[in-house]
């Protein structure tokens, strides 16, 4: 399967714990995405990446939260403190270098983050 | 602001036409999405516009009117497997950004035999 993978896909921890994400995204694609989403509602934007450099963050996001993509492949989310309010579904998306307006954006399947 | 407004619900008749619908604001419009989710499953893409007009694909088809702020997605001869849930997203330009989309939060649509 060549599409995007993420890992893993069920994570339960109790309030307080730090958790780690990682999203490895289609192979030639330079731009990854993180989106939050809670039952009911649509993904949400938390941050960009082109390569390795992090071009875009949500106001959403906050200090207890931070993404890196250091070779410009896989990426790793990192939520420190975790908080009942962080149970969400958290995708990764990516997108192949920008070749026109099209740049349709693939999603993994999304890690579920239950918070006790 | 950006703001994306769809029907909570809705529900249609297996063979039937189904159109569901989106408004938006936004100051950065460039371009609109569809997409389908299943319970529990990714987003999965459906349908891009950025000029007015009617884009088709098989049974599937998008609208766009640009001025309106409005766009829908036409779902013909529903089947049972097209119970999920019907996502609109723009891509804006706001605040520097170059490629986020924001999502409405979901039409659920639900095909009854």
């Known amino acids: 399967d060549t599409g995007v993978s993420q890992d893993p896909r069920h994570k339960i921890t109790k309030r307080g714990q730090n958790v780690t994400f990682r999203c490895d995204p289609i192979s030639e694609h330079n731009r990854l995405y993180w989106y939050r989403q809670t039952l009911g509602q649509g993904p949400e934007f938390l941050t960009y990446?082109?390569?390795?450099?992090?071009?875009?963050k949500s106001r959403l996001l906050s200090d207890r939260f931070s993404a890196e993509r250091p070779k410009g492949s896989f990426s790793t989310l990192e939520i420190q403190r975790t908080e009942q309010g962080d149970s969400a579904m958290y995708l990764c998306?990516?997108?192949?270098?920008?070749?026109?307006?099209?740049?349709?954006?693939?999603f993994g399947p999304g890690t579920r983050l239950t918070v006790l | 602001g950006q703001n994306i407004d769809q029907p909570t619900e809705m529900t249609a008749t297996e063979g039937a036409i189904v159109q569901i619908n989106c408004t938006y604001q936004t100051s950065g419009f460039n371009g609109l999405f569809w997409y389908q989710q299943h319970a529990g499953e990714a987003p999965t893409f459906l349908s891009y516009n950025v000029l007015d007009g009617l884009e088709e694909k098989g049974r599937f088809s998008s609208f766009l009117s640009r001025s309106k702020g409005y766009s829908y997605l036409l779902l013909k001869e529903l089947q049972m497997k097209d119970s999920a849930s019907y996502l609109c997203?723009?891509?804006?330009?706001?605040?520097?950004?170059?490629?986020?989309?924001?999502f409405g939060t979901g039409t659920l649509l639900a095909v009854q035999p």
């Open positions: 990446f082109q390569n390795e450099a992090q071009l875009e």
């Open positions: 997203a723009v891509r804006d330009y706001t605040d520097g950004a170059t490629n986020k989309l924001i």
């Open positions: 998306a990516s997108s192949p270098p920008s070749g026109g307006n099209f740049n349709e954006q693939f």
